[in-house]
């Protein structure tokens, strides 16, 4: 059993880290108190390889293994939230199930665009009023076959990247019976006349990740526009929700490193009763919790990645990752706040903005609970 990253793992990391770095940490403040997406990183990402981590090299993309791509994105959320999380989405949402299920047309209309950095990112659209956890019961979007065409009809909401994809893979009812094969993927360019992007929502924390609703009023894309098989819909969704669960663990581990190195570095310079505060045992024991913490997070995550690279089946490793990373990224953060005592209240210290950020990772992808659930039926299944 070996735990030690391949030689490529390691170059690629050390690329990645410079580049965040020098690219991404530094505009992360102004990133959130303007509630802008950094386009001027994001457009020398494509020749890196992190605009198509998962996409075939025929298509321009980089075509890294599993781990890697955990590595990508935990280094961009060390460096920004906002920037992590939008190309989490873009990676993990928008361009997995293109990847893993789209025809040969649509792969090569859209995966070059979206790998090159010419173009916007990917997006993928699930959820709805009344369809958070529940989809296979709670879709309420209708797409129906009209001539050569689908036509959408319905409203999203909590749509990641919407203002700034190429296009949106729209989780649509296209069979009204209801059971677990009446859902398909369609994708949307967000262009096409009838779809409404609506204003950005604003949130607690990622301000520089864009959220919209969505309303689709007699959308008409072609029949080729489908994704993978119609029907097969809910599948398409667990099995994409499967991957975008290690893309979130590893942004959280990103997250809490950037805060655990905040806290470590403040300990060490912050004189409090004539000593430095990283002396009191109080504020050790924190670090030591959040060093631990840390460091089983991204083997969970990087466990779940190589069982997903070696094909094996990796659904309750992905679910028992992102609900370990995501919760140790909330801890960590809040903890290093404690440690900054009340300047980590204050916007002027990154913890602050930390904290709001890693707030969020317990609850997209699979909230904790519907992961607890996730993890609980494979045990009892002995899986």
């Known amino acids: 059993m070996n735990f030690d990253l391949t030689e490529e793992q390691r170059m690629w990391q050390k690329v990645v880290h410079n580049f965040v770095a020098a690219e991404v940490k530094p505009k992360a403040q102004e990133v959130d108190e303007t509630s802008t997406f950094n386009w001027q990183a994001t457009r020398k990402m494509g020749p890196l390889g992190l605009l198509g981590l998962s996409i075939p090299e025929k298509y321009g993309g980089a075509a890294m293994d599993a781990i890697s791509a955990a590595i990508a994105i935990e280094e961009l959320g060390w460096g920004c939230g906002s920037t992590g999380l939008a190309l989490a989405a873009h990676n993990g949402l928008g361009t997995a199930p293109l990847i893993e299920f789209g025809s040969e047309t649509l792969k090569e209309r859209w995966l070059p665009l979206l790998a090159s950095g010419r173009g916007k990112l990917g997006a993928l659209a699930l959820t709805e009023s009344g369809a958070g956890s529940d989809l296979q019961g709670g879709v309420r979007t209708k797409a129906e076959k009209v001539g050569n065409e689908w036509v959408l009809n319905g409203s999203k909401m909590w749509c990641t990247n919407a203002s700034i994809a190429e296009y949106i893979i729209t989780l649509a009812r296209t069979n009204p019976a209801g059971s677990s094969r009446s859902l398909s993927m369609i994708l949307v360019p967000t262009n096409t006349p009838g779809l409404t992007i609506h204003p950005a929502e604003k949130k607690m924390g990622l301000k520089g990740s864009p959220t919209h609703a969505l309303s689709y009023e007699e959308v008409r894309v072609p029949l080729e526009n489908l994704i993978g098989e119609p029907h ?152």
Do not use: C
């Open 232 to 383: 097969r819909g809910l599948h398409q969704t667990l099995s994409t929700l499967d991957g975008g669960r290690i893309s979130i663990g590893a942004l959280a581990v990103g997250l809490a490193q950037a805060a655990y190195e905040a806290a470590l570095d403040y300990a060490r310079q912050r004189q409090t009763f004539g000593k430095a505060l990283a002396e009191h045992q109080a504020i050790q024991f924190m670090l030591a919790d959040a060093a631990t913490e840390i460091e089983s997070a991204r083997l969970l995550v990087y466990r779940a990645a190589w069982l997903k690279q070696q094909g094996r089946p990796y659904s309750k490793e992905a679910a028992m990752a992102k609900l370990f990373a995501s919760e140790t990224g909330e801890r960590v953060a809040r903890n290093a706040i404690q440690i900054h005592g009340g300047m980590g209240y204050s916007s002027q210290m990154p913890v602050e903005r930390i904290y709001r950020d890693a707030r969020l990772m317990t609850i997209g992808e699979g909230t904790s609970e519907i992961n607890r659930l996730v993890i609980a039926r494979q045990v009892l299944l002995n899986r």
